[in-house]
């Protein structure tokens, strides 16, 4: 599908309580604290082992996503979702991670799924959207099979999981 008929990426996607921020460069302080701040567990969630890993972090999560949102709760960052590949129209690559641990098991990271599902699929951004989950993260693979994603291969390692639009099923 040509990108001129695909549509544009939303800014921000809303359901009254949680919103999701398309990050620009003037986030960039408020990502770093987020990600700073962020317990080891989340940070080996997204592949980093060091204690202070904060900064390195930080730096390659700007190198790695072609667009961030920051997961905000009453105007608070709690998370990012991460888009690291996008062909428009096709396929996009995501990333989700709940880095203020405060803020785990309340239903948040359910709702940005639902909102980024319904505005990327639903409005043929693309028709599939591709997530990795490491193997030893069963809690992981849990939540995204519950959202209707489906693992498409394994390697060594990870689960790739995929969920389509209802127009391709």
Request: net charge positive.
């Amino acid at each position: 599908m040509p990108v001129f008929k695909v549509g544009k990426i939303p800014k921000r996607l809303d359901n009254g309580q949680v919103h999701l921020k398309l990050v620009g460069p003037w986030d960039w302080l408020r990502l770093y604290r987020l990600v700073r701040q962020a317990d080891p567990q989340s940070l080996s969630q997204l592949g980093f082992h060091e204690k202070k890993a904060g900064l390195k972090a930080f730096l390659l999560l700007l190198y790695l996503f072609r667009l961030s949102y920051m997961v905000c709760v009453k105007d608070r960052a709690v998370g990012i979702a991460g888009i690291y590949e996008w062909q428009p129209g096709v396929e996009l690559f995501l990333t989700l991670a709940i880095l203020d641990a405060s803020y785990r098991n309340m239903g948040i990271g359910s709702v940005c799924i639902e909102l980024l599902l319904h505005e990327f699929l639903g409005s043929n951004l693309c028709r599939m959207i591709f997530v990795e989950v490491k193997k030893h993260n069963v809690k992981g693979l849990r939540f995204w099979k519950r959202h209707g994603f489906k693992v498409e291969f394994e390697t060594r390692s990870t689960y790739v999981l995929k969920i389509t639009s209802k127009n391709d099923q």
